[in-house]
Protein backbone atom coordinates (compact mmCIF):
# COMPACT_ATOMS: atom_id res chain seq x y z
CA UNK A 1 0.00 0.00 0.00
CA UNK A 2 2.95 2.72 1.35
CA UNK A 3 5.07 1.49 -1.50
CA UNK A 4 3.25 2.56 -4.59
CA UNK A 5 3.63 6.11 -3.32
CA UNK A 6 7.08 6.21 -3.20
CA UNK A 7 7.06 7.06 -7.14
CA UNK A 8 5.93 10.49 -6.06
CA UNK A 9 9.31 12.08 -6.12
CA UNK A 10 8.05 14.64 -3.34
CA UNK A 11 6.64 11.86 -0.98
CA UNK A 12 8.79 9.79 1.16
CA UNK A 13 9.12 5.79 2.21
CA UNK A 14 11.29 4.63 4.95
CA UNK A 15 11.28 1.27 6.58
CA UNK A 16 12.27 2.05 10.08
CA UNK A 17 14.25 0.59 12.99
CA UNK A 18 10.93 0.69 14.86
CA UNK A 19 9.38 -2.08 13.29
CA UNK A 20 7.35 0.30 10.98
CA UNK A 21 7.17 1.31 7.24
CA UNK A 22 6.42 5.13 7.48
CA UNK A 23 5.00 7.58 4.43
CA UNK A 24 4.82 11.04 4.32
CA UNK A 25 5.22 14.22 2.16
CA UNK A 26 8.11 16.13 2.61
CA UNK A 27 7.12 19.92 2.15
CA UNK A 28 3.63 19.17 3.96
CA UNK A 29 5.01 16.76 6.98
CA UNK A 30 6.75 18.01 10.26
CA UNK A 31 9.44 15.24 10.30
CA UNK A 32 11.38 16.50 12.70
CA UNK A 33 8.59 16.47 15.08
CA UNK A 34 8.57 13.31 14.55
CA UNK A 35 12.01 11.90 14.63
CA UNK A 36 12.54 14.39 18.06
CA UNK A 37 9.76 13.26 20.08
CA UNK A 38 7.87 9.88 18.16
CA UNK A 39 10.68 7.85 16.79
CA UNK A 40 12.76 7.31 19.85
CA UNK A 41 9.11 5.60 21.86
CA UNK A 42 8.74 3.57 18.21
CA UNK A 43 12.03 2.01 19.06
CA UNK A 44 11.70 1.25 22.67
CA UNK A 45 7.98 -0.22 22.38
CA UNK A 46 8.46 -1.92 18.89
CA UNK A 47 5.65 -4.29 19.35
CA UNK A 48 2.87 -2.25 20.88
CA UNK A 49 0.06 -0.53 18.42
CA UNK A 50 1.18 3.06 17.66
CA UNK A 51 -2.49 4.39 18.76
CA UNK A 52 -2.11 3.11 22.36
CA UNK A 53 1.74 4.66 22.28
CA UNK A 54 0.28 7.95 21.59
CA UNK A 55 -3.71 8.68 21.85
CA UNK A 56 -4.50 11.60 20.30
CA UNK A 57 -1.82 12.24 17.88
CA UNK A 58 -2.15 8.78 16.60
CA UNK A 59 -5.37 6.70 15.38
CA UNK A 60 -5.65 3.89 13.17
CA UNK A 61 -7.00 3.92 9.78
CA UNK A 62 -8.93 1.38 6.94
CA UNK A 63 -6.82 0.24 4.72
CA UNK A 64 -7.87 1.83 1.95
CA UNK A 65 -6.04 3.22 -1.04
CA UNK A 66 -7.69 6.91 -1.63
CA UNK A 67 -7.68 7.63 1.75
CA UNK A 68 -4.30 7.25 2.43
CA UNK A 69 -3.45 9.24 -0.62
CA UNK A 70 -5.63 11.86 0.86
CA UNK A 71 -4.06 11.65 4.24
CA UNK A 72 -0.25 11.93 2.82
CA UNK A 73 -0.82 14.78 0.40
CA UNK A 74 -2.75 16.51 3.56
CA UNK A 75 0.44 16.55 5.68
CA UNK A 76 -0.01 13.33 7.60
CA UNK A 77 2.79 10.95 8.25
CA UNK A 78 1.23 6.98 8.03
CA UNK A 79 2.70 4.14 9.45
CA UNK A 80 2.10 0.48 9.26
CA UNK A 81 3.33 -1.91 12.06
CA UNK A 82 2.09 -5.37 11.45
CA UNK A 83 -0.28 -4.95 8.54
CA UNK A 84 -2.29 -1.83 10.65
CA UNK A 85 -1.98 1.66 9.03
CA UNK A 86 -1.87 4.42 11.41
CA UNK A 87 -1.99 8.35 11.01
CA UNK A 88 -0.65 11.09 12.82
CA UNK A 89 -1.31 14.50 12.73
CA UNK A 90 1.72 16.20 11.77
CA UNK A 91 1.03 18.60 9.27
CA UNK A 92 2.52 22.16 8.49
CA UNK A 93 0.64 22.82 5.42
CA UNK A 94 2.22 26.97 4.42
CA UNK A 95 -0.40 29.25 5.69
CA UNK A 96 -0.60 33.57 5.96
CA UNK A 97 -1.80 35.09 8.91
CA UNK A 98 -4.61 36.53 9.41
CA UNK A 99 -5.59 39.86 8.27
CA UNK A 100 -8.20 42.28 6.67
CA UNK A 101 -9.99 40.91 3.67
CA UNK A 102 -9.72 42.18 0.84
CA UNK A 103 -13.50 40.77 -0.22
CA UNK A 104 -15.46 43.26 1.99
CA UNK A 105 -15.04 46.79 2.46
CA UNK A 106 -13.39 48.15 5.14
CA UNK A 107 -15.12 48.57 8.96
CA UNK A 108 -13.14 50.69 11.66
CA UNK A 109 -15.00 49.12 14.39
CA UNK A 110 -14.94 45.23 13.09
CA UNK A 111 -12.31 42.81 13.34
CA UNK A 112 -8.74 42.32 11.67
CA UNK A 113 -9.18 38.63 11.19
CA UNK A 114 -10.22 37.82 8.01
CA UNK A 115 -10.40 34.27 6.70
CA UNK A 116 -7.19 32.74 5.11
CA UNK A 117 -6.27 29.99 2.97
CA UNK A 118 -6.15 27.47 5.70
CA UNK A 119 -8.88 25.11 6.18
CA UNK A 120 -8.69 24.90 9.76
CA UNK A 121 -7.63 28.39 10.92
CA UNK A 122 -11.35 29.73 9.20
CA UNK A 123 -13.00 27.29 11.08
CA UNK A 124 -11.37 28.29 14.32
CA UNK A 125 -12.53 31.65 13.29
CA UNK A 126 -15.95 30.70 13.33
CA UNK A 127 -15.75 28.59 16.16
CA UNK A 128 -14.25 31.67 19.03
CA UNK A 129 -17.33 33.63 17.60
CA UNK A 130 -20.49 30.92 18.07
CA UNK A 131 -18.96 29.54 21.33
CA UNK A 132 -22.36 26.98 21.08
CA UNK A 133 -22.59 23.01 21.33
CA UNK A 134 -25.63 23.39 18.49
CA UNK A 135 -23.22 24.68 15.94
CA UNK A 136 -22.98 21.62 13.69
CA UNK A 137 -20.10 20.95 10.94
CA UNK A 138 -20.99 18.65 8.24
CA UNK A 139 -18.07 18.21 5.72
CA UNK A 140 -17.80 16.94 2.20
CA UNK A 141 -14.88 16.24 0.56
CA UNK A 142 -15.38 17.17 -3.41
CA UNK A 143 -12.53 16.62 -6.01
CA UNK A 144 -11.72 13.56 -7.14
CA UNK A 145 -8.16 14.55 -7.78
CA UNK A 146 -8.07 17.43 -5.36
CA UNK A 147 -10.09 16.29 -2.56
CA UNK A 148 -10.94 19.77 -1.25
CA UNK A 149 -13.01 19.41 2.10
CA UNK A 150 -15.90 21.63 2.03
CA UNK A 151 -17.74 22.23 5.55
CA UNK A 152 -21.37 23.16 5.64
CA UNK A 153 -22.19 25.51 9.21
CA UNK A 154 -25.55 25.36 10.60
CA UNK A 155 -27.00 25.97 14.01
CA UNK A 156 -29.41 22.66 14.98
CA UNK A 157 -31.80 24.79 16.47
CA UNK A 158 -31.82 27.34 14.05
CA UNK A 159 -31.63 26.24 10.46
CA UNK A 160 -34.01 24.46 8.31
CA UNK A 161 -33.19 20.60 8.31
CA UNK A 162 -34.76 20.14 5.02
CA UNK A 163 -32.91 23.11 2.98
CA UNK A 164 -29.65 22.06 4.88
CA UNK A 165 -30.47 17.78 3.61
CA UNK A 166 -31.17 19.53 0.25
CA UNK A 167 -27.72 21.40 0.27
CA UNK A 168 -25.75 18.42 1.08
CA UNK A 169 -27.23 16.22 -1.41
CA UNK A 170 -26.37 18.69 -3.84
CA UNK A 171 -22.87 19.44 -2.91
CA UNK A 172 -22.39 15.31 -3.04
CA UNK A 173 -23.88 15.42 -6.44
CA UNK A 174 -20.76 17.41 -7.40
CA UNK A 175 -18.34 15.16 -9.88
CA UNK A 176 -15.29 17.36 -10.82
CA UNK A 177 -11.15 16.57 -10.65
CA UNK A 178 -10.84 19.58 -8.99
CA UNK A 179 -12.09 22.01 -6.84
CA UNK A 180 -9.82 25.84 -7.44
CA UNK A 181 -12.60 28.36 -6.87
CA UNK A 182 -15.92 29.23 -5.18
CA UNK A 183 -17.18 29.17 -9.00
CA UNK A 184 -16.26 25.48 -9.08
CA UNK A 185 -18.88 24.68 -6.89
CA UNK A 186 -21.80 27.66 -6.69
CA UNK A 187 -22.08 26.73 -10.87
CA UNK A 188 -24.36 24.11 -9.38
CA UNK A 189 -26.54 26.44 -7.48
CA UNK A 190 -26.55 28.92 -9.85
CA UNK A 191 -28.55 27.10 -12.49
CA UNK A 192 -29.88 30.09 -15.19
CA UNK A 193 -30.16 32.70 -12.43
CA UNK A 194 -29.95 36.08 -13.36
CA UNK A 195 -28.50 37.30 -10.01
CA UNK A 196 -26.21 35.27 -8.26
CA UNK A 197 -27.72 32.74 -5.55
CA UNK A 198 -24.58 33.00 -3.03
CA UNK A 199 -22.56 35.56 -1.54
CA UNK A 200 -19.09 35.73 -0.51
CA UNK A 201 -17.19 36.85 2.53
CA UNK A 202 -14.10 37.23 3.52
CA UNK A 203 -14.54 38.37 7.26
CA UNK A 204 -15.81 35.85 10.21
CA UNK A 205 -18.22 38.53 11.91
CA UNK A 206 -20.33 38.68 8.37
CA UNK A 207 -20.48 35.10 8.09
CA UNK A 208 -21.12 34.85 11.56
CA UNK A 209 -24.17 37.17 11.62
CA UNK A 210 -25.48 35.17 8.24
CA UNK A 211 -25.42 32.41 10.36
CA UNK A 212 -27.70 33.75 13.27
CA UNK A 213 -29.65 34.65 10.32
CA UNK A 214 -30.51 31.43 9.69
CA UNK A 215 -28.32 30.95 6.29
CA UNK A 216 -25.63 28.21 5.71
CA UNK A 217 -21.97 29.09 5.80
CA UNK A 218 -19.84 27.27 3.38
CA UNK A 219 -16.25 26.96 4.10
CA UNK A 220 -13.94 25.49 1.29
CA UNK A 221 -10.12 24.65 2.09
CA UNK A 222 -7.68 26.48 -0.13
CA UNK A 223 -10.35 29.34 -0.45
CA UNK A 224 -9.71 32.73 1.47
CA UNK A 225 -13.51 33.61 1.59
CA UNK A 226 -16.59 31.57 2.95
CA UNK A 227 -19.90 31.59 1.15
CA UNK A 228 -23.39 32.09 2.33
CA UNK A 229 -26.27 30.82 0.72
CA UNK A 230 -28.84 30.69 0.01
CA UNK A 231 -29.08 34.64 -0.09
CA UNK A 232 -31.75 37.22 -0.23
CA UNK A 233 -31.83 40.68 -2.01
CA UNK A 234 -31.99 42.21 1.33
CA UNK A 235 -29.03 40.72 2.68
CA UNK A 236 -26.73 40.92 -0.73
CA UNK A 237 -27.30 44.70 -0.44
CA UNK A 238 -25.68 44.97 3.04
CA UNK A 239 -23.25 46.23 4.47
CA UNK A 240 -21.29 44.80 8.02
CA UNK A 241 -20.50 49.05 8.49
CA UNK A 242 -24.90 49.22 8.07
CA UNK A 243 -25.05 48.09 11.98
CA UNK A 244 -23.75 51.06 13.27
CA UNK A 245 -25.77 53.66 12.02
CA UNK A 246 -28.68 55.50 13.55
CA UNK A 247 -31.96 54.31 12.38
CA UNK A 248 -32.75 57.58 10.67
CA UNK A 249 -29.67 57.35 9.04
CA UNK A 250 -30.09 53.89 8.11
CA UNK A 251 -33.13 54.62 6.77
CA UNK A 252 -31.65 57.49 3.84
CA UNK A 253 -29.09 54.74 3.45
CA UNK A 254 -31.27 51.87 2.49
CA UNK A 255 -33.46 54.17 0.09
CA UNK A 256 -30.12 55.49 -1.22
CA UNK A 257 -29.20 51.91 -2.19
CA UNK A 258 -32.81 51.01 -3.47
CA UNK A 259 -32.10 54.43 -5.85
CA UNK A 260 -29.15 53.22 -6.88
CA UNK A 261 -29.73 49.97 -8.03
CA UNK A 262 -32.93 52.02 -9.94
CA UNK A 263 -30.48 54.48 -11.47
CA UNK A 264 -28.14 51.53 -12.66
CA UNK A 265 -30.49 49.54 -14.42
CA UNK A 266 -33.15 52.23 -16.02
CA UNK A 267 -31.43 55.52 -16.17
CA UNK A 268 -29.73 55.05 -19.61
CA UNK A 269 -32.31 53.34 -21.14
CA UNK A 270 -34.90 55.84 -20.24
CA UNK A 271 -32.96 58.19 -21.57
CA UNK A 272 -32.64 56.40 -24.80
CA UNK A 273 -36.29 55.72 -24.71
CA UNK A 274 -37.05 59.88 -24.29
CA UNK A 275 -34.12 61.03 -26.86
CA UNK A 276 -35.35 58.51 -29.56
CA UNK A 277 -38.87 57.94 -29.47
CA UNK A 278 -40.61 59.86 -26.80
CA UNK A 279 -38.98 63.74 -28.05
CA UNK A 280 -42.38 65.17 -27.97
CA UNK A 281 -42.24 64.44 -24.29
CA UNK A 282 -40.13 66.21 -22.80
CA UNK A 283 -40.06 70.22 -21.83
CA UNK A 284 -38.66 72.92 -24.09
CA UNK A 285 -35.98 73.48 -21.69
CA UNK A 286 -35.07 70.20 -21.31
CA UNK A 287 -34.85 69.96 -25.08
CA UNK A 288 -32.81 72.90 -25.38
CA UNK A 289 -30.49 72.10 -22.98
CA UNK A 290 -29.65 68.53 -24.57
CA UNK A 291 -29.15 69.87 -28.01
CA UNK A 292 -26.89 72.22 -26.78
CA UNK A 293 -25.47 69.81 -25.05
CA UNK A 294 -24.97 67.47 -27.97
CA UNK A 295 -23.83 70.30 -30.39
CA UNK A 296 -20.68 69.26 -32.63
CA UNK A 297 -21.22 65.06 -31.90
CA UNK A 298 -22.59 63.21 -34.86
CA UNK A 299 -23.22 59.87 -33.22
CA UNK A 300 -27.10 59.22 -32.02
CA UNK A 301 -27.20 59.39 -28.05
CA UNK A 302 -28.29 55.60 -28.01
CA UNK A 303 -24.75 54.90 -29.60
CA UNK A 304 -22.83 57.34 -27.28
CA UNK A 305 -24.23 55.71 -24.06
CA UNK A 306 -23.29 52.34 -25.67
CA UNK A 307 -19.76 53.38 -26.46
CA UNK A 308 -19.66 55.46 -22.92
CA UNK A 309 -20.15 52.09 -20.76
CA UNK A 310 -18.16 49.82 -23.18
CA UNK A 311 -15.22 51.87 -22.04
CA UNK A 312 -16.39 52.07 -18.29
CA UNK A 313 -16.94 48.43 -18.44
CA UNK A 314 -13.56 47.80 -20.35
CA UNK A 315 -11.86 49.77 -18.06
CA UNK A 316 -13.57 47.59 -14.89
CA UNK A 317 -12.28 44.31 -16.62
CA UNK A 318 -8.63 45.86 -17.03
CA UNK A 319 -8.89 46.37 -13.45
CA UNK A 320 -9.44 42.36 -13.47
CA UNK A 321 -7.25 41.29 -15.39
CA UNK A 322 -3.93 43.00 -14.22
CA UNK A 323 -2.66 43.83 -11.02
CA UNK A 324 -2.98 46.74 -8.92
CA UNK A 325 0.98 47.96 -9.68
CA UNK A 326 0.41 47.39 -13.10
CA UNK A 327 -3.08 49.11 -14.03
CA UNK A 328 -3.85 52.31 -11.17
CA UNK A 329 -1.70 54.88 -12.59
CA UNK A 330 -2.30 53.63 -16.24
CA UNK A 331 -5.99 53.89 -16.06
CA UNK A 332 -6.45 57.19 -14.52
CA UNK A 333 -3.53 58.82 -17.16
CA UNK A 334 -5.29 56.98 -20.36
CA UNK A 335 -8.68 56.03 -19.63
CA UNK A 336 -9.77 59.51 -17.54
CA UNK A 337 -7.92 62.27 -18.73
CA UNK A 338 -6.63 61.19 -22.69
CA UNK A 339 -9.64 58.81 -23.68
CA UNK A 340 -12.47 60.56 -21.97
CA UNK A 341 -11.44 64.11 -22.69
CA UNK A 342 -10.97 63.56 -26.44
CA UNK A 343 -14.04 61.81 -26.79
CA UNK A 344 -15.96 64.77 -25.96
CA UNK A 345 -13.73 67.17 -28.08
CA UNK A 346 -13.89 64.71 -31.11
CA UNK A 347 -17.67 64.64 -30.89
CA UNK A 348 -18.46 60.91 -30.53
CA UNK A 349 -19.75 61.48 -27.25
CA UNK A 350 -21.41 64.60 -25.25
CA UNK A 351 -20.83 66.38 -21.67
CA UNK A 352 -24.70 65.54 -20.72
CA UNK A 353 -24.56 62.04 -21.69
CA UNK A 354 -21.36 61.06 -20.69
CA UNK A 355 -22.17 62.64 -16.48
CA UNK A 356 -25.32 61.12 -17.20
CA UNK A 357 -23.89 57.70 -17.82
CA UNK A 358 -20.69 57.94 -15.65
CA UNK A 359 -23.17 58.36 -12.34
CA UNK A 360 -24.74 55.90 -13.31
CA UNK A 361 -21.78 53.30 -13.70
CA UNK A 362 -20.97 54.52 -9.96
CA UNK A 363 -24.21 54.26 -8.77
CA UNK A 364 -23.73 50.32 -9.38
CA UNK A 365 -21.04 49.96 -6.77
CA UNK A 366 -23.12 51.56 -3.97
CA UNK A 367 -26.00 48.65 -4.18
CA UNK A 368 -23.67 45.59 -3.48
CA UNK A 369 -19.28 44.54 -3.00
CA UNK A 370 -20.46 41.48 -4.75
CA UNK A 371 -18.49 41.43 -8.06
CA UNK A 372 -21.08 38.74 -9.27
CA UNK A 373 -24.21 40.69 -8.28
CA UNK A 374 -22.26 44.29 -9.96
CA UNK A 375 -21.82 41.92 -13.45
CA UNK A 376 -25.49 41.10 -13.47
CA UNK A 377 -26.75 44.50 -12.73
CA UNK A 378 -24.67 45.71 -15.94
CA UNK A 379 -26.19 43.29 -17.81
CA UNK A 380 -29.43 43.85 -16.74
CA UNK A 381 -29.00 47.49 -17.96
CA UNK A 382 -27.60 46.40 -21.09
CA UNK A 383 -31.09 44.71 -21.86
CA UNK A 384 -32.92 47.85 -20.85
CA UNK A 385 -30.96 49.88 -22.94
CA UNK A 386 -31.54 47.64 -25.78
CA UNK A 387 -35.23 47.04 -25.68
CA UNK A 388 -35.35 51.12 -25.13
CA UNK A 389 -33.49 51.51 -28.42
CA UNK A 390 -35.88 49.53 -30.45
CA UNK A 391 -39.35 49.75 -29.03
CA UNK A 392 -38.75 53.30 -26.70
CA UNK A 393 -40.58 53.52 -23.32
CA UNK A 394 -43.01 50.79 -23.76
CA UNK A 395 -40.22 48.54 -24.36
CA UNK A 396 -38.10 49.51 -20.79
CA UNK A 397 -41.71 49.05 -19.27
CA UNK A 398 -41.61 45.43 -20.86
CA UNK A 399 -38.18 44.70 -20.19
CA UNK A 400 -38.81 45.98 -16.37
CA UNK A 401 -42.18 43.15 -16.27
CA UNK A 402 -39.69 41.27 -17.38
CA UNK A 403 -36.92 41.16 -15.47
CA UNK A 404 -39.52 41.40 -12.13
CA UNK A 405 -40.66 38.11 -12.85
CA UNK A 406 -37.62 36.26 -13.48
CA UNK A 407 -36.47 37.95 -10.15
CA UNK A 408 -39.65 36.76 -8.56
CA UNK A 409 -38.74 33.15 -9.97
CA UNK A 410 -35.30 33.09 -8.89
CA UNK A 411 -35.12 30.44 -6.06
CA UNK A 412 -32.23 28.88 -4.36
CA UNK A 413 -32.91 25.64 -2.50
CA UNK A 414 -37.06 27.32 -2.36
CA UNK A 415 -36.08 30.57 -1.13
CA UNK A 416 -37.15 33.74 -3.21
CA UNK A 417 -34.59 36.15 -4.18
CA UNK A 418 -36.37 38.92 -3.94
CA UNK A 419 -37.66 38.84 -0.48
CA UNK A 420 -39.36 40.46 1.34
CA UNK A 421 -40.54 42.31 -1.84
CA UNK A 422 -41.76 39.23 -3.58
CA UNK A 423 -43.28 37.68 -1.43
CA UNK A 424 -44.02 40.93 0.82
CA UNK A 425 -43.33 40.76 4.68
CA UNK A 426 -43.87 43.83 6.40
CA UNK A 427 -41.33 43.07 9.30
CA UNK A 428 -38.85 42.06 6.34
CA UNK A 429 -39.61 45.69 5.03
CA UNK A 430 -39.41 47.02 8.32
CA UNK A 431 -35.51 45.09 9.37
CA UNK A 432 -34.64 46.56 5.48
CA UNK A 433 -35.29 49.78 6.04
CA UNK A 434 -35.00 51.23 9.78
CA UNK A 435 -33.71 48.31 11.69
CA UNK A 436 -30.05 48.63 12.32
CA UNK A 437 -28.93 47.67 15.58
CA UNK A 438 -29.55 44.58 17.51
CA UNK A 439 -32.05 45.87 19.89
CA UNK A 440 -34.56 46.25 17.38
CA UNK A 441 -33.31 43.06 15.19
CA UNK A 442 -35.85 40.69 16.79
CA UNK A 443 -37.03 38.47 14.07
CA UNK A 444 -35.15 36.47 11.23
CA UNK A 445 -35.87 36.12 7.64
CA UNK A 446 -38.99 34.50 6.96
CA UNK A 447 -37.96 33.39 3.61
CA UNK A 448 -34.99 31.44 4.95
CA UNK A 449 -37.52 29.19 6.88
CA UNK A 450 -35.85 28.72 10.04
CA UNK A 451 -36.92 26.64 13.33
CA UNK A 452 -37.00 29.84 15.69
CA UNK A 453 -37.72 33.09 13.69
CA UNK A 454 -36.87 35.62 17.44
CA UNK A 455 -33.07 36.13 18.25
CA UNK A 456 -33.60 36.93 21.69
CA UNK A 457 -36.16 35.56 24.19
CA UNK A 458 -39.54 36.84 24.09
CA UNK A 459 -40.54 39.81 27.30
CA UNK A 460 -44.42 41.14 27.35
CA UNK A 461 -42.76 44.42 25.72
CA UNK A 462 -41.97 42.14 22.70
CA UNK A 463 -45.42 40.75 21.80
Do not use: W
Not at 73 to 85: K, N, W, Y
Not at 105 to 129: C, H, Q, Y
Not at 358 to 378: E, G, H, K, M, P
Request: proline content about 3%.
Amino acid sequence: MLQRLKNNADVIYRKTDANCEICYQEHLCNILEFMKDIYPVLVEQDRKRLDHLFPGLCKEIADDEELVEQLVFSGLLVAQRERILYAFDLSKAPSRSTSDSIADPDNVFGSRDGFVENFKENIALMRTRVKDSRLMIDTVTLGRRSKTIVSVLSIEDIHNSEIKKALLEKLKKIDLDAILSVEDIMAYFQENHLFPSYHYIGNPDSACSRLYNGEFVLIIDRICVAVCLPTTLAYASRHKIDGIHLPLFAFFERLSVLISAFMSIFFCGILCSFSTHQRDSLSLTILSTLKVSQTGVFLPIYLEILLVLFLFELYYIIGFRQSKITVSSTIVLIGGLIIGENLISSGLAGVFLMTGTAICFLLTFLVSSNVTTILSISMCRLFIILSSIFFGLVGVVLASILLAYRLYQQRTLGVPYFYPFLPFDIKGIHKFFMSTSSLKINHRDAALQVKNRHRRKMHEEDH
